[in-house]
Nanobody
């Protein structure tokens, strides 16, 4: 299956912004639905944003709606997550997931996962 690599994590000040990237290893990555999930120690992994092929449909969790934007660049086999107005509660490991059909926010719908990138929001 597709191999996914996340990048862009790091330390961000509260109120700051960061952009995460998810690169798919397959040449037809543009045909995959992609979701962004996050998990902090002691918490369950939660879906926060997803995008279907060609960006036909986009979903956001209420916790990030209005602050985060998911997009994709098919020429680069990359899906982005632009995160604005970051808060300490956004601190988590952020994972990219992909599937050829499913495009929701339920982690059970995604068979392919990256290894995650740490985002820490702290002063």
């Amino acid at each position: 299956q597709v191999q996914l690599v996340e990048s862009g994590g790091g330390l961000v000040l509260p109120g700051g912004s960061a952009t995460l990237a998810c690169v798919g290893s397959v040449i037809d990555f543009k045909y995959y639905a992609v979701g962004w999930f996050r998990q902090a120690p002691g918490n369950e992994r939660e879906g926060i944003a997803s995008i279907l092929t060609d960006a036909d449909k986009i979903f956001y969790a209420d916790s990030v709606k209005g602050r985060f934007t998911i997009s994709r660049d098919d020429a680069k086999n990359t899906v982005y997550l632009q995160m604005n107005n970051l808060m300490p509660e956004d601190t988590a490991i952020y994972y990219c997931a992909a599937d050829r059909v499913y495009g929701g926010l339920n982690r059970a719908g995604y068979p392919n996962w990256g290894h995650g990138t740490q985002v820490t929001v702290s002063a």
